[in-house]
Structures are given as structure tokens and as C-alpha cells.
């Protein structure tokens, strides 16, 4: 397989979506085909799923129960790996997710408090043990991130600075663990800072060289 997979991570509100599009820019400005996609929702399952996992539970129905949660982001996942991921990869292309497993594992595992082994067990088995060569997480105390949010809170959203603290945290020693995989980016920086350290960096992963740019 040819492709070059990368994700995006962050809590709500970080900017993930504005460096995913500079960055689609770019690589197609270097004549890569690059195809933009995010979960939950990549797929046309998966925004049915999304709609279930993220709309407000009516005030008199139970929250999804933790495990329930997990399935259906996983589901989504195992979805958008076989029908949208797998086969733009196979085609040569490059795939920017904004999303994937480390948000299971930050937010369900992090967040909800499953353990993190049952996370990456389900998510590997969901993939298939696919991965990304890069992920970029752009990380931001969630009091201010979730302050940029332009809508209404939908139901992750709404879960609680405590829960949001978790998630970062959790998302911050994922990176730890694997540094070859992850960069952490300080996401308060202006746009622009944020996707020059993105931008110096692909152009080492594909070899892009001084000379070029
Ligand atoms: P989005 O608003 O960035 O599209 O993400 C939807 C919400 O779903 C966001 O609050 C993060 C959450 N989420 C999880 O809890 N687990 C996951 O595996 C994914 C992909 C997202």
C-alpha cells in the first residue's frame, strides 16, 4: 500500500478542521491526491451513527451506557476504514482523518474511565490494526477551546470540564507513549504558527527538501 495515512486529534474546538484543509492545500499544491475525511461520520453508516452518539439524549432517556458508546465508535470506525480509508490508501492517495482511534482512546477510555486496554483492543480489531504514520495533535486547555466553539454543545461536548481535563490529558500521554508517530502542537499559537510546525514537518516525512519549498 502506497498511501500515506495521517490523523488530527485534539478536544473540541482546537482548529483541527482549519489545519486539516491548509494541509489538503498543500499536499495538493505538490500534486499528491489527498482525500479529507473525519469521525465519526466518514461514511454514510457513519453519519447515522454520529447523529445517535453526538445528539442530546432526551431528558427522560438514560445516557448511552459507556460500553454501548465504545461499540458505536467503533463501528463507525471498522466502517470508514473498509469503505473509505482502506481503499483510498489502496489507490495510491493520501488520507487525512480528522479523528481516529486516540479519540476512543482519550475519550472513552480517558473520558469514561474503560480501561484503555479494552479500547485499543476494540479499535485495533475494528481497523484491523491500521494506524497512522502521523498523527498531529493539537493540544489547548478545553476552558478555552471550547470557548471558539461556534454551536451549540452537542452531547460529548457537553460532558463537563472534567471530563474534557481527562481527555486532553489522556490525548497528551498517548502522544508521550509513541513520539514517532504523534507531534503535539500547541494549539493556542496563532493559525498561522500552528501550521508552519505542521508544514516543516510533512515536508520531512515526504521528503520535501529545502530546496523546493
Ligand atoms: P467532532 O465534533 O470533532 O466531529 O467529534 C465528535 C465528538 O465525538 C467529539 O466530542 C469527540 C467525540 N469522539 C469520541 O468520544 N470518541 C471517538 O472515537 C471519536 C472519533 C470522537
Redesign the pocket.
Given at each position: 500500500m502506497a498511501g500515506l495515512f495521517i490523523s488530527f486529534e485534539g478536544v473540541?474546538g482546537v482548529g483541527?478542521t482549519t489545519q486539516v484543509e491548509r494541509l489538503r492545500q498543500y499536499l495538493e499544491s505538490r500534486g499528491r491526491t489527498v482525500l479529507v475525511t473525519?469521525?465519526?461520520?466518514g461514511t454514510p453508516l457513519g453519519a447515522t451513527l454520529r447523529q445517535l452518539?453526538?445528539r442530546n439524549v432526551a431528558e427522560d432517556a438514560a445516557d448511552i451506557a459507556p460500553r454501548a458508546e465504545a461499540l458505536i465508535?467503533a463501528a463507525d470506525?471498522a466502517q470508514h476504514v473498509a469503505e473509505t480509508i482502506l481503499p483510498a490508501l489502496e489507490r495510491d492517495e493520501v488520507v487525512i482523518t480528522?479523528?481516529?482511534?486516540d479519540?476512543?482512546l482519550a475519550?472513552?477510555a480517558g473520558?469514561r474511565e474503560l480501561t484503555a486496554r479494552e479500547i485499543r483492543d476494540l479499535s485495533l480489531w475494528a481497523t484491523n490494526d491500521l494506524l497512522p504514520v502521523r498523527t498531529y495533535l493539537l493540544d489547548m486547555d478545553p476552558a478555552e477551546s471550547h470557548a471558539r466553539l461556534q454551536h451549540d454543545e452537542?452531547r460529548?461536548?457537553s460532558a463537563g470540564d472534567d471530563f474534557q481535563n481527562r481527555t486532553r490529558r489522556a490525548f497528551l500521554d498517548l502522544a508521550k507513549a509513541e513520539p514517532e508517530r504523534f507531534r503535539i502542537i500547541d494549539a493556542a499559537q496563532p493559525i498561522e504558527t500552528v501550521w508552519t510546525q505542521i508544514r516543516v514537518d510533512i515536508d520531512d516525512l515526504f521528503g520535501y527538501g529545502e530546496a523546493s519549498r
Open positions: 473540541d483541527k473525519r469521525e465519526p461520520g452518539l453526538l465508535f470506525r480528522d479523528r481516529y482511534l479519540s476512543s475519550y472513552q473520558g452537542d460529548m461536548e
